[in-house]
C-alpha cells in the first residue's frame, strides 16, 4: 500500500455477473484511457472510495496531476518512475464513468515501495532437543520496478452484468498489446482485513505502536507521497508474528470481504499470492510475470465482421460466450464485454459494439474471452 498511485491497490467490491443477462441491453460499456474532461466524474467516484484506498481519493489537485501524468505517458514525455495510466469505465449511450482502474509501469524507482515479506527462521537447540519454526515479517523493497494494478473502483450502481470483469481485465488486454511499457513482473496489492467496526487488527498490534498516529492518516500521507516516515519509524529488524496479538495473526494475508470477487478475477488471469503482504493492513500482495498473464497467451488477433439480423438486431452465434474485445492502438485504446464467437480468423460485433470501439469492418481487434477454460480456472 506504499505507492502514490496505490493499487489495488486498494481494490474494492465487485460483482461477477454473467453479462449475456444485462438487462440494459441495447447499451454497451467501454474502457479507455482517462483524460482532463473525467476529472468531475473520478472526484465523484473517489468520493466513495473507503479507508484504505491510498491511489484514489477525492483530491483534486491529485487527480489534475494524475492525468497530466496518464497524458504524458501516453506521449513517451514521462520519465519511467512517472509513467502510469488511469482507465474509466463508461457507459456508450449515456456517457457516464461508472468505474475506474489503473496501472503503474514500475514502482519503486523515486519513492519506496514497501512490503512485509514473509520468512521463515528456525531455532533449534541440540542439547535440549528443541527445535521451533517462526514465521517473521521484514520490511522489504523486493518489488521495486515491479509493473503494479492499481486504483480499481466501481460505482455500486454498476456492479453485475460483468461490469466488474470487463473493468478489472481490459487492463490485462493493454498490457498485451504493449508488453514493451511495462516491466517484466506485475503486482496487485489488496485490501487487507478489517473487521465490523473498521479497524484493522494488524495496525492495532503493530503499525500503531511504531507510528503514533492513526490508520487512515499513515494512509493518507503515504498516497501524497510522503513516505519518508515509513524508513523512520518501522522497525529496521524481523518482526517476530507470535509476538502480535492472535488477531492480527489471523489477519496476515487475509483478503478484505468485498475485495474477495477482485481478487478472484486477478486470480483467473494468473495472478498469485506470493510472500510479501501490505505494511498496514497486512493485505495480500499478488504476484505474475507479465508473459504468464492469460491475456498474453491466449489472446487472438481477429479482423471485425459487422453482422446484423434482418430485424436490424445485433446477430448472436449458436454456443456464444462472453468475450473481451479491444480495438488496437495506445491513444485511442478501448475494451467492452460482448457475447459471441470467434469464426475462423474474425469475429463477429454489432453496428453499437463497433462504433463503441471505433472499428469498422475488417479491421483488426484483441479477442479474450472473459473467463478462463473451466480446468484453468480458479
Same mark, same amino acid.
Given at each position: ?30 474502457? $479507455? ?18 479507508? /484504505? ?14 492525468? @497530466? ?25 449515456? %456517457? ?5 482502474? %489503473? ?11 514497501? @512490503? ?41 450502481? +454498476?456492479? /453485475? ?16 498489446? &504493449?508488453?514493451?511499457? &511495462?516491466?517484466?513482473? !506485475? ?15 494488524? +495496525? ?30 518501522m522497525p529496521k529488524y524481523p518482526i ?31 495472478? $498469485?499470492? %506470493? ?7 497486512s493485505g495480500p500482495v499478488l504476484e ?7 491475456? *498474453? ?15 436490424? *438486431?445485433?446477430? !448472436? ?7 473481451? !474485445? ?9 475494451? @467492452? ?9 474474425a469475429f463477429a460485433l454489432s453496428p ?27
Amino acid at each position: 500500500m506504499m505507492h502514490p498511485s496505490k493499487a489495488v491497490t486498494q481494490t474494492h467490491a465487485l460483482t461477477e455477473t454473467d453479462p449475456t443477462h444485462d438487462g440494459a441491453a441495447n447499451s454497451l460499456r467501454v474502457v $479507455r484511457l482517462a483524460r482532463p474532461g473525467d476529472l468531475p466524474a473520478l472526484l465523484a467516484l473517489a468520493a466513495l472510495a473507503g479507508p /484504505g484506498m491510498t491511489s484514489f481519493k477525492p483530491d483534486r489537485a491529485a487527480l489534475e496531476a494524475r492525468l @497530466t501524468r496518464v497524458a504524458a505517458t501516453v506521449e513517451g514525455q514521462a520519465p519511467t518512475a512517472e509513467q502510469g495510466y488511469l482507465f474509466v469505465m463508461e457507459d456508450v449511450e449515456t %456517457g457516464e464513468i461508472a468505474g475506474v482502474c %489503473g496501472l503503474e509501469a514500475a514502482v519503486g524507482l523515486e519513492q519506496p515501495f514497501y @512490503t512485509y515479506r514473509k520468512d521463515t527462521i528456525v531455532h533449534a537447540s541440540r542439547e535440549l532437543n528443541v527445535w521451533s519454526r517462526m514465521l517473521t515479517l521484514s520490511l522489504s523493497n523486493d518489488l521495486t520496478g515491479y509493473s503494479e494494478l492499481c486504483s480499481l473502483l466501481l460505482d455500486p450502481k +454498476w456492479r /453485475g452484468h460483468g461490469n466488474g470483469a470487463l473493468l478489472s481485465k481490459a487492463r490485462f488486454l493493454f498490457m498485451a498489446q &504493449f508488453p514493451e511499457r &511495462f516491466g517484466p513482473h !506485475v503486482c496487485a496489492e489488496l485490501r487487507g482485513f478489517f473487521d465490523d467496526d473498521g479497524q484493522s487488527p494488524f +495496525w492495532q498490534s503493530l503499525g500503531q505502536h511504531f507510528f503514533k498516529i492513526d490508520f487512515d492518516q499513515a494512509d493518507y500521507l503515504t498516497s501524497i507521497g510522503k513516505k519518508s516516515f515509513v524508513a523512520e519509524l518501522m522497525p529496521k529488524y524481523p518482526i517476530y508474528v507470535d509476538f502480535l496479538s492472535p488477531q492480527a495473526q489471523a489477519a496476515i494475508g487475509v483478503t478484505h470481504r468485498d475485495t474477495l470477487p477482485a481478487r478472484r478475477l486477478l486470480e483467473q488471469e494468473g495472478m $498469485r499470492s %506470493g510472500a510479501h503482504v501490505d505494511i498496514f493492513d497486512s493485505g495480500p500482495v499478488l504476484e505474475a510475470r507479465v508473459a504468464d498473464l492469460r491475456a *498474453a497467451r491466449d489472446s487472438r488477433y481477429l479482423s471485425v465482421n459487422i453482422v446484423t439480423t434482418d430485424d436490424g *438486431a445485433p446477430a !448472436v452465434a449458436p454456443n456464444a460466450e462472453p468475450y473481451l !474485445v479491444a480495438c488496437l492502438g495506445l491513444h485511442g485504446f478501448r475494451a @467492452t464485454l460482448v457475447t459471441g464467437r470467434p469464426e475462423r480468423r474474425a469475429f463477429a460485433l454489432s453496428p453499437l459494439a463497433a462504433k463503441a470501439l471505433g472499428v469498422k469492418q475488417g479491421d483488426r481487434v484483441q479477442v479474450l474471452p472473459l473467463k478462463p477454460p473451466r480446468a484453468e480456472a480458479v
